[in-house]
């Protein structure tokens, strides 16, 4: 029998089910070009490598790091705050991604105009503002796929997604770095390919804005101050699994202290030519795209939190190798696993926070989640950096594997499957 129709849950329901097939591809196509274009900004290989062309400093590239994630650390609260008592949220979600987008362009603009210090105070500015507007577009865009795709399609269309974004992002990686940065096109290969990146992520806003359609959310959360909204973040902490869910993803997130500097260390024995830097991101983007042919299906048969416990030890013996690594063979090898690991993790950490607590919590918790990453995601790159410049390498690679043990253990005996938790098994 169907449901009534002044039933707004059954209405919302039969909203998405209508048009699932429509979402799912509009998200498809939108997450597929945008990670193309992202990938080539957030793979541990262009941007380290470009800080270090500009400053040849160690400490410097810990610098660009720590402040493109420092402007992630507040955005995401600021973002949730400004969604969750909207019924449509998608126009909002579309600017933010506009915004995020434009600071590629900025580093584009700046490379290709600006020289000496002035480059290198504008490529760190736009770093920050990438970052920034990364936080909020990162819960805005969550939690519109929250709202129109079933968690019992999300693996699969992260999986998809991932794949042929990933497969993309792969080859043009190394096109990029063989071609774009080895060949310095347009006087500056690393603007050049900003610029491009620019363009494959806008083309991707675009076809979700057209495309996408939304429902009205049935039930929001009262409009508060931020000041309000912040002050309710002791209660969503109350759950037990979702705060030591917190506290594995805080030791994950210390574990990519040494994320930045995997490219230098590679490069000291290799070379950090545009070859190099091409050869070590297919390889990086490369097994992350054929893992998440993994991830996905594994996720939404067994849930995430096995997909999480897999990815942080397969990044802790990627580092392993990657410190035994004596060729290119090794390294490439050692790029790979550290692709697949932070694939997985990241696949399995965004879908996990969404299945803890109520739908209408869902923008606060993305943001608590957001906010704890990427604060300590700042404080790793620059305390790496300061070791590397003091220490060497080593050290900071040992206290990567000593984090992601440590975050192990947190997930395997404090951090149960959200997906098959009773409903009072929060407290």
């Known amino acids: 029998m169907p449901s009534p129709p002044d039933d707004p849950e059954a209405e919302f329901q039969q909203f998405v089910d209508r048009n699932l097939k429509r979402n799912f591809l509009a998200h498809f196509t939108h997450g597929m070009l945008g990670m193309t274009g ?41 973002g949730a705050q400004q969604i969750e008592h909207r019924r449509r949220i998608l126009p909002i979600s579309i600017l933010l991604g ?23 105070v504008a490529t760190l500015i736009f770093l920050f503002l990438l970052g920034f507007f990364m936080g909020s577009q990162r819960v805005a865009f969550q939690v519109v796929l929250a709202k129109v795709i079933p968690i019992r399609r999300r693996g699969r269309l992260q999986a998809w997604r991932n794949l042929f974004g990933g497969g993309l992002a792969a080859g043009l990686s190394y096109w990029a770095g063989k071609t774009l940065i080895e060949e310095d096109w347009l006087g500056n290969g690393y603007a050049t390919t900003f610029a491009l990146a620019f363009v494959l992520t806008s083309i991707g806003l675009a076809v979700i804005a057209r495309f996408m359609r939304e429902p009205e959310s049935p039930t929001v959360r009262t409009h508060m101050s931020l000041r309000e909204r912040l002050s309710e973040f002791p209660a969503l902490m109350k759950d037990r699994d979702y705060r030591n869910f917190l506290i594995a993803q805080l030791l994950t997130m210390s574990g990519r202290i040494s994320i930045p500097f995997c490219i230098l260390y590679a490069g000291e024995t290799l070379g950090l030519s545009g070859s190099t830097v091409g050869l070590l991101s297919l390889a990086f983007l490369g097994a992350d795209t054929v893992s998440n042919i993994i991830w996905g299906p594994l996720g939404d048969r067994f849930g995430f939190r096995l997909v999480y416990l897999i990815s942080v030890a397969l990044w802790a013996l990627s580092v392993l190798l990657l410190l035994a690594a004596e060729s290119s063979l090794g390294f490439f090898t050692a790029f790979a696993g550290l692709g697949m690991a ?8 965004q879908t996990m926070v969404l299945e803890f607590g109520s739908r209408d919590d869902v923008p ?24 590397v410049a003091y220490a060497g390498y080593q050290p900071v690679f040992y206290l990567t594997i000593a984090c992601l043990v440590a975050a192990l253990g947190v997930l395997l005996f404090a951090v149960r499957e959200p997906r098959y938790r009773s409903p009072s098994a929060s407290a």
């Open 38 to 78: 992202f990938r080539l900004v957030y793979a541990p290989t262009f941007v380290p490598a470009y800080l270090s062309l500009l400053t040849g400093s160690p400490f410097m590239v810990g610098l660009g790091q720590s402040l493109q994630q420092a402007g992630a650390i507040l955005s995401p609260v600021l």
């Open 342 to 349: 932070l694939s997985g993790y990241l696949m399995s950490q």
């Open 98 to 120: 506009g915004l995020m987008r434009i600071q590629l362009l900025g580093l584009a603009i700046a490379g290709w105009f600006l020289a000496d210090r002035s480059l290198v």
């Open 364 to 387: 606060m918790r993305l943001a608590l989640s957001t906010t704890v990453e990427t604060s300590m995601a700042t404080i790793g790159p620059l305390l790496g950096g300061a070791i």
